[in-house]
């Protein structure tokens, strides 16, 4: 079964400074991958996703990820963090041919002023 | 709609009552799914619709949780004789197609907290 690992609950950085949110992957071929954004009292929104074209994707609000299969990771940058990405990111994997997705247990980012 | 909605937002139920979750995806949306959020985790998949077949059901934890979506739009996620341990963020989310082939993007509703007491 696929599945995913966020490593670290919570990250705190200083605005301005680089965002990593890290998310390993499981599963014996590639799948899809996805981050998403989770705001307080709102839905999740898809922040971008893997599914096989460039390894390096980008996607809204300046985030940006990339599959590295060597590594089963698929870790989310940002290069200067804003005070308005404090939230919690989840990063999920779903297999190519169904549709379980399978979501990791999230990172709340605080940004610090 | 603009958006998946669900209803209602917060529910607060008393041991060994029935509760019904409404989710009302996208108008257009063929796939439905509905997802369990436990505080301090990520959501858990519960179940699949595609049009009104449910697909996939393989996350439902027990016999007291149901789901059905009669004529491919609004779905109801049923549970019965509730228990504490059922409290959770219960998650919508629907998506033109299916997510298999990686085109498709699911859209989330808000979510309905429960609680039972």
């Known amino acids: 079964a696929q599945s995913v690992t966020q490593l670290g609950s919570h990250v705190s950085v200083s605005e301005g400074a680089l965002v990593l949110l890290r998310c390993n992957y499981s599963?014996?071929?590639?799948?899809?991958l996805f981050w998403y954004v989770q705001y307080p009292n709102q839905g999740l929104q898809l922040l971008l996703k893997?599914?096989?074209?460039?390894?390096l994707v980008k996607g809204i609000n300046g985030f940006e990820a990339e599959f590295k299969k060597s590594e089963t990771s698929f870790h989310l940058t940002k290069p200067s963090a804003h005070m308005s990405d404090a939230a919690e990111y989840f990063c999920?994997?779903?297999?190519?041919?169904?549709?379980?997705?399978?979501f990791g247990a999230g990172t709340r980012l605080t940004v610090k002023p | 709609g603009a958006g998946v909605s669900q209803s209602p937002r917060y529910k607060v139920t008393k041991r060994g009552q029935d509760v019904a979750l409404r989710c009302d995806p996208i108008?257009?949306?063929?796939?439905l799914y509905w997802y369990r959020q436990a505080l301090g985790q990520g959501p858990e998949f519960l179940t699949y619709?595609?049009?009104?077949?449910?697909?996939?059901k393989s996350g439902l934890p027990n016999d007291r949780f149901s789901a059905e979506r009669p004529e491919g739009s609004i779905s109801t996620l049923t549970i019965q004789r509730t228990e504490q341990r059922d409290s959770a963020m219960y998650r919508c989310?629907?998506?033109?197609?299916?997510?298999?082939?990686?085109?498709?993007?699911?859209?989330f509703g808000p979510g309905t907290r429960l609680l039972v007491l």
């Open positions: 989310a629907s998506s033109r197609g299916g997510l298999a082939g990686g085109s498709e993007t699911q859209y």
């Open positions: 599963s014996s071929v590639p799948p899809y």
């Open positions: 893997y599914t096989s074209a460039a390894t």
């Open positions: 999920a994997v779903t297999p190519r041919d169904n549709n379980d997705m399978r």
């Open positions: 108008s257009g949306h063929v796939s």
């Open positions: 619709f595609n049009y009104e077949a449910q697909q996939d």
